[in-house]
C-alpha cells in the first residue's frame, strides 16, 4: 500500500533556497567582472579617434 512521504520542514526548503541563491548571486558577480574586463579590453584595443579640431592640416 502506498504511503505519503514527510512533508520537507519550511527551514530545509529555506535553507536549500538562500544557498541556491549565494551560488547563483556569486557567478553573477563573476560574470560582471570577466564582462567588465572583456569591455575594458575591447576599449583598449579600438583606435582612438581624432576629432576634427585636432586634426593637423598637410
Known sequence: MA???KRTPKSKT???KSQWMRKAL???QKARTLAGRL???QDQ???TQ???TQM???
Open 45 to 47: 584595443m579600438q583606435p
Open 50 to 52: 581624432m576629432q576634427p
Open 56 to 58: 593637423q592640416p598637410n
Open 39 to 41: 569591455a575594458a579590453r
Open 3 to 5: 504511503v505519503p512521504k
Open 26 to 28: 556569486k557567478q553573477l
Open 14 to 16: 529555506r535553507s536549500r
